[in-house]
């Protein structure tokens, strides 16, 4: 987390394409500066609470990547 309140998260492209228009409508989220990556705006409760249910996404996602390429 960069000290302007943003959040890079690790997502992977295949779940940012299927969310792209919820993580959109968000107006907190955008692409991140890397394929598969996100980044958040924290500025407040909701948006922490937001960011901590997509690291959720992103731990089961990133688990079903590494499996899938071994």
Excluded: C, Y
Aim: net charge negative; aromatic share 4%; hydrophobic share 40%.
């Amino acid at each position: 987390m960069s000290g302007d309140h943003t959040a890079e998260l690790r997502l992977t492209t295949p779940v940012i394409d299927r969310w792209a228009r919820v993580l959109a409508e968000s107006h907190r989220v955008t692409r991140g500066h890397n394929a598969g990556w996100i980044r958040v705006e924290i500025e407040d409760r909701t948006d922490a609470q937001m960011f901590l249910s997509l690291v959720s996404v992103a731990l089961k996602a990133n688990q079903e990547h590494e499996a899938g390429h071994r």
